[in-house]
Each structure stands twice: as C-alpha cells, then as structure tokens.
C-alpha cells in the first residue's frame, strides 16, 4: 500500500485574487501543506525498524 495525500485546489470554482490569499485559505500554503505531509507521515508505522527487527530474529544458516 502506498499512502497519498491529497494536496491542491479544491474541485469547485475558486475566485480569483491574490495567490498566496487564496493558498491560505483553501489550506494550500507551505505550511499547510506542511502539516498535511507530517501528520500522514506520522501515522505510518515505520517500516525500516519493521524489517530490521524481523530480519534480526531469523536464523540464518
């Protein structure tokens, strides 16, 4: 499984105006998109230290 995020403009009609205004409130600033990528990343089991201990337990001839 691959987990995505969905970042961008919503699928409805979007005034026009100032760019970074318009960022801000549709939740698209850096920021935002930030805390969007973290909070998923967050919940993600980490699958490096998954492996490692899987491999650690096994025997090998």
């Known amino acids: ?6 970042i961008g ?5 979007v005034e ?8 801000e409130k549709h ?3 850096h ?3 930030i ?9 993600l089991p980490n699958q490096s230290q998954q492996v490692t ?3 650690s337990s096994k025997e090998y001839a």
């Open 35 to 43: 805390s969007l990528i973290n909070e998923k990343l967050g919940s």
């Open 16 to 23: 026009h105006g100032n760019i970074p205004a318009l960022r």
């Open 1 to 6: 499984n691959t987990p995505v995020v969905r």
């Open 27 to 29: 939740g698209l600033s």
């Open 9 to 13: 403009w919503p699928d409805e009609f």
């Open 53 to 55: 201990e899987e491999a």
């Open 31 to 33: 920021e935002d998109a």
